[in-house]
């Protein structure tokens, strides 16, 4: 039962809690919410607000201005705008900076007129923070500046693939590369018509192979892309990457670079290196003919001579010819055009040989070999340190040849001791692995009396000798081979006793 | 070419020895030297001698031996052989006083030619040295005061000048002046002339 003074009371309490119901549901809104009077006096204002200002309850600033809460700056712009909402009779949305703990921090307000019977008596506000959307915004546009930048800058065309609707978003670079236009749309057919006719199959197969749900993913290639518009042919390398869902390929997205100029580049080396080849084979053959010039024009002057002075006995009519030195003349010269005859045959041998093909030769086997010939040649009989590397690659080279070569140098080295009359003849041989190259080192070293400072530096001249007799191949043959093949002789500058020589050769590829 | 020495220094046995033959068949003694070090060392020029040098010799080069030669005072006149026509080597061996430069193969008379330039040449130094002996010989045994009125007088200066030059007597240069004569046994003031200049004599 209810007594009559229980009714109004009821009123109020049912009046109370509704007020209650609104101050809870405008207090937990996530935004700022006030309501201004005409003169901008705040009249209502839910907890976020209060408390962006410092403030615990609403009921703590109502009554204020802007002019008293905020800072002189932002309460004349934010009257500013209430003025015109009042004005205009119209919202507003504005994004405008608020003082939170001292930093200025950016919240996006409505602001909207409020009448009552038709009449405008005050502004009703909502705002709310925008700072971290602004940050992102800004940090999006300055990563998408430095994307602009690195593109700009390394000439990467990018392209996105979507692979299931078939459309390609394609970048500047990548429509500039193709001729195609910026609205243009673009399709894998596009791209497959700009790829060179030779390269087209290669392509597809890489492609195709990236899209294997089985593998990485992974989308390397390089072809040739062809403008459509002017026919410029441009060596581009790709990097790209499938993206798998469901086990489907649903996504490439990658990275294409210009490498014309390096594709040129290398094009030009390459051709460069072969005419490097081209020189250093005439430069073989121009230091052989300058040996077979100087080997046969020793004994050519000799015959010469002898035979102008038989022919002068002969011809002198005031005594007569001595026979013993007549046939010393003769005799003479016919022992030098045998020298002649050894000197071309022996010359002949070698250039044959260097004209052989080549294989795939151990050294080690073929300094053993050498070894074999050097004491079959009479050139045996010394003390041997042999150090070979085991397990050596093998090198590519014509058998021969290079067993002559080394043949050479062993004559050499033994011509040497047996001339100084060295009492313990010792030659040491070593093949190894040049460190860090992919080269082989062979050194030959022997106990002579070693070379002068002079000699060492002569004895590679195509005219240089130091055996009066010497037929021997020259060393500048045996160097011209050795760095035809990409390797290099030398002696060792005075590290005595004795000669060293080394020879370089590459491993075969 | 009597009395005419050729030295061969040559590093090959062939070459040495059909030289030999040559050079005997023109009545030239030959001697042989198979390098340059041993060729100096037993090196003794003639009057009338030159010697035959390969450029190119195990050891000792020819321009070596043409430099050590210089070095050591010994006039002798080379004659380079060398396998291949070196320009630069042969103008600069040239220009240190080779008589000739010649390429193997050589031909026989090209090189007697040569020969027996050197040999003209070798004369014409033993010659010059020879009269350049005996006038620093003679100039040496004139008084300081000889020597001085023989520098003025192969300068054309007369006795009156000479006189007045030294601060003595016309008399006493004429005494001078007829030592001089005595001693260096000249006849003319053009043969004194000569001496003075062969001798060395400055005034």
């Known amino acids: 039962m209810s007594t009559p003074a229980e009714k109004p009371e009821r009123v109020v309490d049912d009046r109370n809690l509704r007020e209650h119901y609104l101050r809870a549901l405008i207090d937990n809104i996530p935004f700022l919410v006030w309501l201004k009077d005409e003169n901008g006096r705040l009249v209502a204002v839910n907890r976020p607000f209060a408390e962006s200002c410092g403030y615990t309850s609403g009921a703590q600033i109502e009554g204020l201005s802007d002019f008293d809460i905020w800072p002189a700056d932002l309460a004349e712009a934010y009257r500013a705008d209430d003025q015109a909402v009042l004005t205009s009779g119209r919202s507003r949305i504005v994004e405008e900076p608020l003082e939170r703990d001292g930093d200025r921090v950016w919240y996006e307000t409505y602001k909207s007129p409020v009448s009552v019977n038709g009449r405008v008596i005050g502004t009703v506000g909502f705002s709310r923070d925008v700072t971290p959307r602004r940050e992102a915004i800004a940090e999006l546009r300055s990563s998408e500046e430095r994307l602009r930048l690195a593109k700009t800058s390394s ?6 693939h979507d692979i299931v609707s078939d459309k390609i978003i394609w ?17 894998y057919a596009t791209f497959m018509d700009g790829v060179h006719p030779d390269d087209r199959a290669a392509t597809q197969a890489t492609v195709r192979k990236a899209m294997n749900p089985g593998g990485s993913g992974e989308y390397c290639v390089e072809y040739r892309a062809i403008n459509r518009i002017d026919g410029k042919v441009r060596h581009v390398a790709v990097n790209g990457q499938v993206f798998f869902e469901a086990g489907q390929a649903v996504r490439l997205v990658g990275t294409l670079r210009d490498i014309s100029a390096q594709v040129h580049l290398s094009r030009e080396l390459r051709e460069r290196r072969s005419e490097m080849e081209l020189l250093v084979k005439r430069q073989v053959a121009a230091q052989t003919a300058a040996a077979i010039a100087h080997e046969l024009n020793q004994p050519l002057a000799s015959i010469s001579v002898y035979s102008e002075a038989a022919l002068r006995m002969l011809r002198d009519s005031t005594k007569n010819p001595d026979p013993a030195k007549l046939q010393r003349a003769l005799e003479g010269a016919v022992e030098q055009a045998q020298r002649a005859g050894r000197t071309l045959h022996e010359l002949l041998d070698f250039l044959h040989k260097g004209e052989a093909v ?44 290079l067993q002559k070569i080394l043949v050479n140098l062993l004559h050499n080295s033994v011509d040497a001791m047996r001339g100084a009359e060295v009492p313990a003849e010792t030659l040491t041989i070593t093949v190894q692995t040049l460190t860090g190259q992919d080269m082989a080192q062979v050194t030959v070293q022997d106990n002579g009396p070693g070379l002068g400072a002079e000699t060492a530096v002569r004895i590679f001249e195509p005219f240089f000798t130091t055996k009066p007799e010497g037929v021997g191949l020259g060393l500048a043959i045996s160097r011209a081979l050795v760095e035809a093949h990409g390797g290099q002789l030398w002696i060792e500058p005075k590290t005595g006793p004795g000669a060293t020589f080394h020879f370089t050769w590459p491993f075969a590829s | 070419m009597n009395g005419a020495t050729v030295f061969v220094v040559d590093d090959d046995r062939a070459v040495r020895d059909s030289l030999t033959l040559l050079l005997e068949q023109e009545d030239i003694v030959v001697e042989v030297f198979a390098g340059a070090e041993s060729f100096l060392a037993a090196c003794r020029p003639t009057s009338k001698s030159c010697a035959i040098v390969d450029l190119r010799m195990p050891g000792m080069s020819g321009m070596q031996l043409q430099a050590e030669l210089s070095k050591r005072g010994i006039l002798l006149p080379l004659i380079f052989l060398t396998g291949h026509g070196d320009i630069p080597t042969s103008v600069r061996a040239i220009k240190a006083g080779a008589v000739d430069f010649l390429t193997k193969p050589i031909m026989g008379s090209e090189l007697l030619t040569s020969v027996k330039a050197a040999l003209r040449e070798s004369e014409r130094m033993s010659m010059q040295a020879e009269a350049s002996q005996t006038a620093t010989a003679s100039i040496a045994s004139l008084t300081e005061r000889e020597r001085e009125v023989m520098a003025l007088a192969v300068e054309g200066l007369p006795n009156k000048e000479i006189a007045r030059h030294l601060g003595i007597s016309h008399r006493t240069v004429e005494i001078h002046k007829a030592r001089i004569m005595h001693k260096t046994g000249a006849d003319t003031l053009l043969d004194l002339a000569r001496i003075a200049d062969a001798g060395g004599l400055r005034p």
């Open chain 1, 358 to 401: 080549s294989e795939l030769v151990d050294l080690n086997e073929v300094v053993c070999e050498a070894l074999t010939i050097a004491t079959e040649n009479g050139y045996g009989g010394f003390r041997l340190l042999l150090e070979l590397e085991p397990d050596l690659p093998p090198v590519r080279a014509n058998r021969l040849q």
């Open chain 1, 171 to 187: 970048d500047e670079r990548m429509r500039e590369i193709w001729g195609v236009g910026p609205d243009e749309p673009v399709s």
């Open chain 1, 155 to 160: 000439n990467l065309g990018i392209f996105d």
